[in-house]
Structures are given as structure tokens and as C-alpha cells.
């Protein structure tokens, strides 16, 4: 695992911007992984300003995101296709068909199995994701990996934790229906990537970032899957590296 830490949240969306370009500048077929949350919209925000400065172009990038909610149509404010047609996809000359997010509308159970399979085998086809963009929850979750996920995990159906629940209550109106339940990639999902950056800003990540980098490898902090990646980089900024050693 390569650690990078810089002095600021800013300096860590330019330095993250600035690799998911160089991956678009170089493939001829780019495959992005891509995440949702507070974390990676300022780099996003910097990818549109390239973009639109006329210095990469995403009409040949594929991408696939980590998650999606279960049980919220992909209209919905909260859907994380939402979420990335918002913060990225509209603004940028990415062909929407080649964006991929798992299909998870529906509540039925066989059908979201079979649509985790088919996330899965999309991936393959793809050629598989050449950069997958991370950021880690205050508990170690990847994706929707909460502590306890198996390591060899694949694409599935996950309970979401209280504490995660709790930390993206802030997106949901008073007495709307939060969905409990998520369709993510697997730990061992992500894991094939071949290369993985993990954001981490902020001093509430401090803890799980030292877990993930000191700690033992375990399930209980599924970020710590990374130190058995040969090519992770984990960009920093000072207030969640605080606690590094
Ligand atoms: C998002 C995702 C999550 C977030 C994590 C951190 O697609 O899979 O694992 O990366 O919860 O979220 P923020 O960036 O909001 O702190």
C-alpha cells in the first residue's frame, strides 16, 4: 500500500482528479471504478473543469460504481445514479449507456441476485476496472463492505450498519423512507481492480484510516483488504492521517 498524505482536502481531490485524467488521457478503452459520498465531489468537480477546459474526454470511458440502494428507483434524489449524474456524469462527454451502476430498484430478492451476477460479468467484459476510486466509511466499509463482510466477498445484497445509517441519514427528509439495504461490489470485487485510490479527508476518517493502514488484516475493518492490493494508493489529507504512526 503506497500512503500519500497531503496538507489538505483540496490538494487530495486535485492529486486524485489528476490520476483518474492520466488514466482516461492514456487507455484507448478506459474502465473507471467510481464511488458516491461527500469525499470524491471535489474531485469530480475538478474532472469537469478539465473536461470542459477541453483537456480529456470521457467518450470512451466505461464506468461502474460501487453501490446503489435497494429499493429506490434510480430517479430518486438520494439513488446514487442520482447522485453521479449530478456531481459528474451531466457535465462531461461520458456516453450514459457506458455508465454502470448496480441495477437495485426492485425488492425482489431473485431478481437482485441474477442483476449482482450480471454487474459482475459486465465488469469482466469491460476488461475489468483499471482504476477504481474509493473512500472509506468512519467504520473501515468499502463500497457497502461493513465490517464483517467476507473478504472473498462478490457483488451481493448487504444489510447496511446502524453507523452507516446514521452517518447518511443527512440525505433523507424527515420521515423519509432510508433504505437498510444496499446492491455493492464485493471485497474481492474491488480487490481485481488493478489499480485502487482511496481518498480519506477529514479527522472523523482518522480512526479507520489508522486501522486500515496499521491494523491486522480483518473483516472487521474491510479497508484493511488494501494492504494485500499491490497497487493501492491511499491519498491523505493531515487531519485523517492524523493518527498514523
Ligand atoms: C460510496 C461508498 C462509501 C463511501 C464511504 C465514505 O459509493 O461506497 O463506501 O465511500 O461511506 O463516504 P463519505 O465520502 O461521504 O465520507
Do not use: W
Amino acid at each position: 500500500m503506497r500512503v500519500i498524505i497531503l496538507d489538505t482536502a483540496n490538494q487530495v481531490a486535485q492529486y486524485a482528479a489528476d490520476l483518474l485524467l492520466e488514466t482516461v488521457r492514456k487507455k484507448s478503452r478506459p474502465v473507471l471504478g467510481l464511488a458516491t459520498g461527500s469525499t470524491p465531489i471535489s474531485t469530480y468537480q475538478q474532472v469537469i473543469n478539465a473536461v470542459q477546459a477541453g483537456q480529456a474526454s470521457f467518450k470512451n470511458t466505461t464506468t461502474f460504481n460501487l453501490d446503489e440502494y435497494i429499493g429506490i428507483d434510480d430517479t430518486h434524489p438520494q439513488s446514487y445514479r442520482h447522485f453521479m449524474k449530478h456531481y459528474l456524469f451531466n457535465h462531461i462527454d461520458i456516453d450514459l449507456a457506458n455508465t454502470h451502476l448496480p441495477m437495485a430498484a426492485s425488492l425482489d430478492e431473485t431478481r437482485l441476485v441474477e442483476n449482482a451476477q450480471d454487474y459482475e460479468n459486465a465488469i469482466q467484459e469491460a476488461g475489468g476496472i483499471d482504476l477504481q476510486l474509493l473512500g472509506i466509511g468512519e467504520n473501515g466499509h468499502i463500497g457497502f463492505n461493513e465490517p464483517t463482510s467476507s473478504l472473498r466477498s462478490r457483488t451481493r445484497i448487504k444489510s447496511l450498519s446502524e453507523s452507516t445509517i446514521e452517518a447518511n441519514k443527512r440525505f433523507f427528509a424527515d420521515g423519509e423512507y432510508q433504505p437498510h439495504l444496499a446492491l455493492t461490489m464485493g471485497i474481492e470485487t474491488i480487490l481485481e481492480s488493478k489499480h485502487i485510490l482511496l481518498l480519506a479527508t477529514g479527522h472523523k476518517k482518522a480512526a479507520a484510516v489508522k486501522a486500515m493502514v496499521e491494523g491486522p488484516l480483518t473483516a472487521m475493518c474491510p479497508a484493511s483488504a488494501l494492504q494485500q492490493h499491490a497497487k493501492a494508493c491511499l491519498v491523505l489529507d493531515q487531519d485523517a492521517a492524523a493518527q498514523l504512526s
